[in-house]
């Protein structure tokens, strides 16, 4: 299926071909139907480093936040969900291609910078949804098309996460990097989903092993916790060795850092709430606003503070013109 939508009339598309005029969109007028696709809509094109094959997939922007999309949140959430998800993900791009010193940098398809699939491997993925599923992450990103977040006139980090444990956390408490646009918010959509917590049951050999200590078999583990303003972990001391509750759920492979511990013999059930880091827009807090009948952009100026949409002509002259270079 070809990445497109039908416009009646009038096509707008933004070129590369004349960077001067890239704060302004060229407007053709037709007489017929005609098909306007996500490569018009794009004004540079970012390049991917394909995992499996370590091969550089070059994209057109629009083309690659309707794949990042697709990949980061379920296809069935509110378009209105969906809508922020692409300006988030599109913010994210252009933040990190603006902010590229090393000429050897490439984005990756993983989490590591943003999860990518391309059109074939969502249809591997997705198999007879596939049709409904693209054409509703095609317009949600169409409809937001060009469109990023910007703090003082700078994009942001628009970071985000799947599921808030009742509360988004502080940049600062996370990464130790304060981001006046990254600050905690209540998020209580998300607290009734059949996977708000999970448990899991960790035996102390793992537990050695991932935190490289030498706990005894058969005695019981002095363990305390202290917690941030939101609930998550921000320090655990086990047996006198201290962790970071983020190095914690990161080595452990837990779903957030907000969690309890429970030791039975030589096993540790960890209960957590929430999944994800818990900086930014939860996902399914997303969802939930756009349920009560908020809109995109109300979404994404509750969970990133005092934040405009702009538009990305504003950065798409310098992004072009790194783009050439390379």
């Known amino acids: 299926m070809s990445s497109v939508i039908i416009l009646p009339t009038i096509i707008v598309m933004f070129t590369k071909s004349k960077p001067n005029d890239l704060n302004e969109a060229t407007v053709v007028t037709v007489n ?7 490569e018009d809509l794009s004004s540079f094109s970012v390049a991917v480093k394909r995992t499996n094959t370590g091969e550089i997939e070059e994209v057109p922007l629009e083309k690659y936040v309707m794949s990042v999309v697709a990949s980061e949140m379920p296809a069935d959430f509110e378009l209105e969900a969906l809508k ?10 252009v933040n ?9 940098f490439v ?7 943003q999860v990518y699939k391309n059109e074939e491997e969502l249809k591997m993925t997705w198999g007879s949804d596939y049709h409904w599923k693209i054409d509703k992450v095609k317009e949600a990103v ?26 988004t956390e502080d940049a600062e408490n996370y990464w130790g990097n304060d981001l006046p646009y990254l600050k905690s918010v209540e998020s209580k959509w998300e607290i009734n989903h059949p996977k708000f917590t999970e448990q899991r049951i960790i035996s102390l050999d793992e537990i050695n092993q991932q935190l490289n200590l030498s706990l005894s078999n058969h005695t019981k583990i002095p363990i305390e916790i202290k917690r941030t303003k939101t609930n998550r972990v921000s320090e655990v001391s086990i047996a006198g060795n ?10 452990l492979g837990l779903r957030s850092n907000d969690f309890t511990i429970q030791q039975k013999n030589d096993h540790f059930i960890f209960t957590t709430k929430g999944f994800g880091h818990g900086v930014g827009m939860s996902q ?28 990305i002509n504003d950065v798409a002259q310098t992004l072009i013109v790194k783009h050439n270079e390379d």
Do not use: C, W
Not at 96 to 104: A, G, K, N, P, T
Not at 242 to 251: A, C, D, L, N, Y
């Open 32 to 38: 017929d139907v005609e098909e306007e696709t996500l």
């Open 84 to 93: 922020a998800q692409a300006v988030a993900a599109r913010t994210y791009i």
């Open 96 to 104: 990190h291609l603006l902010r590229q010193q090393d000429e050897d």
């Open 107 to 113: 984005i990756t398809d993983t989490e590591e910078h």
């Open 142 to 167: 169409i409809a937001t098309k060009g469109e990023i977040i910007t703090y003082q006139s700078e994009p942001i980090t628009p970071t985000f996460f799947s599921m808030s444990n009742g509360y």
């Open 242 to 251: 201290t962790f970071t509750g983020r190095e914690v759920r990161e080595k």
């Open 284 to 311: 399914y807090g997303a969802n939930g606003m756009a349920e009560e009948g908020k809109t995109y952009e109300e979404i994404l100026s509750y969970y990133y503070q005092d934040i405009e949409i702009s538009s």
